[in-house]
């Protein structure tokens, strides 16, 4: 079946310093990967995605490289903002499933001044 | 463009009452999802729908969860009666894609459920 492993948190980090969130995934098809951040009190937020092996989704500093050989798709960004504070959830959708979204546990990040 | 929206954003009750949230998706979205997504947790979904149909109710509490979604736009998901451990935030997401495809779902800003 489908599902989705992610780093456990919760993460602190200096501003300025180098994020890594760990998520691997299982699929049954050709996966679509993602993440989303939700920042306090606020909904989900797409952050950027990936809908094949190889591509590099990129969003406000964030990376993220779908990699099929060792199914993951590792969240990264160079220098971590105090705004960068939030849950981070790793999700994939794969089409044999209907669109059908399946999320990790999220790894919350806070960053310190 | 407007985003999903979704109220009321807290609600409050004591267990064995019901409660009703209602959604609205982004305009021309055909496909409308319910999540549940309990502290510390990922979003789970309840429902799917493709326009006024369901898709995917195979994670519904049915006997004491229901959805509609009545002329394919706006949805309504009713809980009755309510359990504690129905204390969650219930998530509405809608995207463009058809059947089959794959495609970015947009969040609602959730309803925060406590049962007391």
């Known amino acids: 079946g489908n599902s989705v492993t992610q780093m456990e948190g919760p993460v602190t980090l200096s501003e300025e310093a180098f994020l890594t969130i760990n998520c691997t995934y299982t699929?049954?098809?050709?996966?679509?990967l993602f993440w989303y951040v939700q920042y306090p009190g606020e909904g989900l937020q797409l952050l950027l995605k990936?809908?094949?092996?190889?591509d590099k989704g990129s969003n406000k500093g964030f990376e993220a490289t779908y990699r099929k050989e060792t199914t993951s798709f590792h969240l990264e960004k160079g220098s971590v903002q105090v705004s960068d504070s939030a849950v981070y959830f790793c999700?994939?959708?794969?089409?044999?499933?209907?669109?059908?979204?399946?999320f990790g546990t999220g790894t919350s990040l806070t960053v310190i001044p | 463009e407007a985003g999903v929206a979704q109220s009321p954003r807290y609600k409050i009750i004591e267990k064995r009452q019901s409660v009703a949230f209602w959604c609205n998706p982004i305009?021309?979205?055909?496909?409308l999802y319910w999540y549940q997504q309990i502290l510390g947790q990922g979003p789970k979904l309840l429902i799917q729908?493709?326009?006024?149909?369901?898709?995917?109710d195979s994670q519904l509490p049915k006997d004491r969860f229901s959805a509609e979604r009545l002329k394919g736009v706006d949805s309504t998901l009713k809980i009755q009666p309510a359990k504690l451990e129905d204390s969650a935030v219930y998530l509405c997401?809608?995207?463009?894609?058809?059947?089959?495809?794959?495609?970015?779902?947009?969040f609602g800003p959730g309803t925060r459920l406590t049962v007391l």
């Open positions: 997401a809608s995207s463009l894609a058809l059947a089959g495809g794959t495609d970015t779902q947009y």
């Open positions: 699929a049954t098809g050709y996966p679509s």
């Open positions: 990936a809908t094949k092996a190889d």
């Open positions: 999700a994939l959708s794969d089409s044999d499933t209907g669109n059908q979204f399946y």
């Open positions: 305009s021309g979205h055909a496909t």
């Open positions: 729908f493709q326009n006024n149909g369901v898709v995917d």
